[in-house]
């Protein structure tokens, strides 16, 4: 005569349960409980076809079909009503088509401070189809033997949305690096898969090398003759001024009315 299909979603989607008269066809998150209540007459017996599963179904007393099966995968299925009659030849058939639990995903850009080099900002972006569980700040020494090798940070996550920016700081000071250290660090976010577990997804590695004591030195003689240069530079600045100067004064030692050129020239010595 009809039927009424319960849909109960697994509870970590957050989609309310759902309650719908003859709609055999449905599109349902993997981990769903089908339930079928499948209303007749003058019917002895009902074979229920899930797939390559048969079964032999019993009314109750109010001549009613009742069966329920959790969907991970597509099925089909199929309903052939029965009596000592006859077995029917119409059968009625229908599909259940399972969306799987996707993985995370998460999108991180980097950046460095432009005053001290072991400071990092990261901005990111996690993406779920139903939420998240947890995310962590991984790093870990790969060049020396330091007693602390993977070390675990965890970051607040909004755990009720599905796509969210977050925003990470990173000083590598408060680490004890030192010189020739290397250091290799990710994101990680997991997913809060209600069926077949928490499922996680790293960002891409990045890695930060600290300069070698050999490497300070060159770039501290380096500078130390950069200010040798800028010096000399200055020298050579303060002696052409002071040429301009006095070549100035010569000029202005017999006049006695100064041109409004001069003016600008006396003003362009003073303010140079």
Partial sequence: LDFIIELDYPSYTGKTDESLKNAGDHIVPAGTKV???IFTKDTRELMFRLGEKQV???PDNNNVFKFSSTFLNNNNYVIRTINE???SRDSLIYSINVIPDVYPDIKVEEFKDTILDNRRFFKGLIKDDYGFSKMNFNYSFI???KKDKNIILPIQVNKNT???EFYYYFDMAEIKIEPGDEIE???EIWDNDGVNGSKSTRSQKMIFKAPTIKELEEKAENANKQVKTDINQL????KKMQQDIESFERKLVDKKQISWQEQQ???SLIES
């Fill in 265 to 267: 020239e006396m003003k």
């Fill in 35 to 37: 339930s079928w209540s």
């Fill in 235 to 238: 020298l050579l600045d303060a």
């Fill in 162 to 164: 599905n796509q969210q």
């Fill in 143 to 145: 060049n020396n033997d």
């Fill in 185 to 187: 660090y990710f994101f």
């Fill in 56 to 58: 032999l179904l019993k």
């Fill in 85 to 87: 009659y006859m077995k």
